[in-house]
């Protein structure tokens, strides 16, 4: 059984780099298979975000709005995948979901953690 | 970057009845990344549909995935006390969007 479960700062100040951690149980990271290991948040009352995605080969897609602020990485040793957002603001408070998109996303993304909360406020 | 537009907002009905979501995009899309998802308060988006109209794993025959090009629908046949909740349809170009979502609730 496939699970993912976020990890994360909880709370942050303005200016700050967020990092986020989503480890992975059941397959492993750098599976030759198709899968997106993916990010999405969600602000408070409000639809979903796509951040982006890595590919086990380490090809990446980001969010064109967020691009210049992202990165998205894999520790295959730690079968985990991270995202970093540089220079966030109160705009960037929201649940971030770690998600596996299946089948280059022809399958949608099928397995999701539970969120991880981040707050920014000074 | 393509937008998914839902309607309605939210759709007010009873347990039995029969639920019809719409999803249009800003342009056509391959049917073959349009997905849909459940979300219920406090818990991670779930997937109902792939590709306009396969069911996801462990979905119940209810739910029922169907359009192509710019309009979709998503159909719940048959309300159960556990579907109400929000739903968001969601495609993949070269980016991936989802679109603003649709409120099931009881009337």
């Known amino acids: 059984q496939v699970q993912l479960e976020e990890s994360g700062p909880g709370l942050m100040k303005p200016s700050e780099t967020l990092s986020l951690t989503c480890t992975v149980s059941?397959?492993?990271?750098?599976?030759?298979?198709?899968?997106?290991w993916t990010w999405i948040r969600q602000p408070p009352g409000k639809g979903l975000e796509w951040i982006g995605y890595?590919?086990?080969?380490?090809?990446?897609n980001y969010n064109p709005s967020l691009k210049s602020r992202v990165t998205i990485s894999l520790d295959t040793s730690k079968n985990q995948f991270s995202l970093r957002l540089s220079s966030v603001t109160a705009a960037d408070t929201a649940v971030y979901y770690c998600?596996?998109?299946?089948?280059?996303?022809?399958?949608?993304?099928?397995?999701w953690g539970h969120g991880s909360t981040v707050i920014v406020s000074s | 970057e393509i937008v998914l537009t839902q309607s309605p907002g939210t759709l007010s009905l009873s347990p039995g009845d029969r639920a019809t979501l719409s999803c249009r995009a800003s342009?056509?899309?391959?049917?073959?990344?349009l997905a849909w998802y459940q979300q219920k308060p406090g818990q991670a988006p779930r997937l109902l549909i792939f590709?306009?109209?396969r069911r996801a794993t462990g979905v119940p025959d209810r739910f029922s995935g169907s359009g192509s090009g710019t309009d979709f629908t998503l159909t719940i046949s048959g309300l159960e006390p556990d579907d109400f909740a929000v739903y968001y349809c969601?495609?993949?170009?070269?980016?991936?969007?989802f679109g603003p979502g649709t409120k099931v609730d009881i009337k």
């Open positions: 890595i590919h086990y080969s380490g090809s990446t």
């Open positions: 590709g306009a109209s």
């Open positions: 969601q495609q993949y170009s070269s980016s991936l969007t």
């Open positions: 059941g397959v492993s990271v750098s599976s030759q298979s198709s899968y997106y």
């Open positions: 998600a596996r998109g299946y089948y280059d996303y022809r399958h949608g993304m099928d397995v």
């Open positions: 342009e056509s899309i391959s049917k073959t990344y």
